[in-house]
Nanobody, 117 residues
Framework: VQYVESGGGLVQPGGSLRLSCVAS????????MGWYRQAPGKERKLVAR??????????SHEKSVEGRFTISRDNAKATVYLQMNNLKPDDTAVYYC?????????WGQGTQVTVSS
C-alpha cells in the first residue's frame, strides 16, 4: 500500500490549492478515501471523506472546511483530490490521504499547505 500526495505549497489567505493523491497496492475503487491534516502540535484529523456507492459518490466534510473544500476521486486513476478554496491561516497543516477502512495502517509523506500573507 502506498499513497503519494502532491499539490501543497504557500498561498495567501483567500487563495486556492488542489491536492492530489495517487494510491496503489489495493483495489482503490472498493474503499472509502479520506483527506486528513495535522497542524503543528496537534493530532491528525479527518477533514473530508468520499465513498463509492453503486455508481455514485457520497462525500462528507468536516464542519470547519464545509463550503470551502471539496473532495473528489477518479477510480480509473486511483487518485483522490481535495480542492481547497478561500484558504485560511488555520488551514496550515500537512495533508495526507488514507483509506480509513483498509487494514494496513500506512501513511504517505503528506504535502505541506501553508496559508500566510
Amino acid at each position: 500500500v502506498q499513497y503519494v500526495e502532491s499539490g501543497g505549497g504557500l498561498v495567501q489567505p483567500g487563495g486556492s490549492l488542489r491536492l492530489s493523491c495517487v494510491a496503489s497496492g489495493f483495489t482503490f475503487s472498493s474503499y472509502d478515501m479520506g483527506w486528513y491534516r495535522q497542524a503543528p502540535g496537534k493530532e491528525r484529523k479527518l477533514v473530508a471523506r468520499i465513498a463509492t456507492v453503486a455508481n455514485d459518490y457520497i462525500t462528507s466534510h468536516e464542519k470547519s472546511v464545509e463550503g470551502r473544500f471539496t473532495i473528489s476521486r477518479d477510480n480509473a486513476k486511483a487518485t483522490v483530490y481535495l480542492q481547497m478554496n478561500n484558504l485560511k491561516p488555520d488551514d496550515t497543516a500537512v495533508y495526507y490521504c488514507h483509506a480509513p477502512n483498509l487494514l494496513e495502517d500506512v501513511w504517505g509523506q503528506g504535502t505541506q499547505v501553508t496559508v500566510s500573507s
